[in-house]
């Protein structure tokens, strides 16, 4: 068997996540980034991102998360089912240097107070009411915690504590009217270094553990895909 080939890149070619993330919505603006069932997301967009739309709907919750106080490096969890959802707001965590915390919905109550805990998570999206009813009857057991997020269009609360993603995204539009340029610095000032994401292990025997993903280690996995795709005739 033939060795394989080195790969051909230096850490010094990569680029974080966040950019990786607006150089697909530059190339590829009118394909389809995101199609989903609409009669499960309340008619969002017809079921239907293009990379253009998504970037937009990206800037919107980035720069609500901004209005409503996430600083470069605060941990925000998200517990929720696959959605469309979940991706857009990993993707505006990863361009506000915002740092997502993963949480099965299905973990029991004292799992999910030890994550949010140990992570020192601010926020929280919540993928349904149900969800959000677990959070807000521990919510005072969570010190650190400032904002519940739903991951709903639909959802409105006269709770200060909880705010739904509609609102999110209209109070981010109305943030950024004035303060786009504070957001376009946060999202260029985030580098390698910094942490993208951290995944809590089973803890089958003990806790679990954070383990942390900085951009680095995932812009290598991309370009790892790349250069394979590449060498094998993939492109």
């Known amino acids: 068997m033939a060795p394989i080939e080195q790969w051909n890149w230096e850490k010094e ?21 995101q199609l989903f069932n609409p009669k499960l997301y309340s008619g969002d967009n017809k079921g239907r991102f293009t990379w253009s739309e998504l970037k937009e709907r990206v800037e919107a919750i980035s720069c609500g998360l901004m209005a409503i106080g996430l600083n470069k490096g605060d941990k925000a969890a998200i517990m929720s089912e696959s959605s469309p959802y979940w991706t857009q707001v990993d993707m505006a965590l990863a361009c506000t240097g915002g740092v997502s915390v993963t949480i099965f919905p299905t973990l029991l109550i004292p799992k999910v107070l030890y994550i949010m805990h140990d992570s020192e ?49 209209d109070k981010g539009n109305s943030w950024k009217e004035e303060k786009f340029p504070e957001y376009i610095d946060r999202k260029e000032s985030v580098s390698l270094d910094d942490y993208y994401t951290i995944i809590y292990t089973s803890g089958t025997t003990g806790e679990g553990k954070g383990i942390i993903l900085t951009h680095f ?6 370009a790892g895909a790349d250069e394979f795709m590449k060498r094998y005739g993939m492109e």
Request: glycine fraction near 2%.
């Open 121 to 169: 998570s601010r926020f929280i999206f919540v993928g349904n009411e149900e969800l959000l009813d677990k959070i807000m009857a521990s919510y005072n057991e969570i010190p650190k915690l400032d904002k519940v997020i739903v991951l709903d269009i639909k959802y409105k609360s006269k709770d200060d504590r909880i705010i739904g993603l509609q609102e999110l995204i």
């Open 217 to 222: 280690n995932c812009s290598s996995r991309i």
């Open 13 to 33: 070619d990569l680029k974080p996540v966040s950019w990786h993330f607006y150089n697909s919505c530059s190339r590829f603006p009118d394909r389809d980034a």
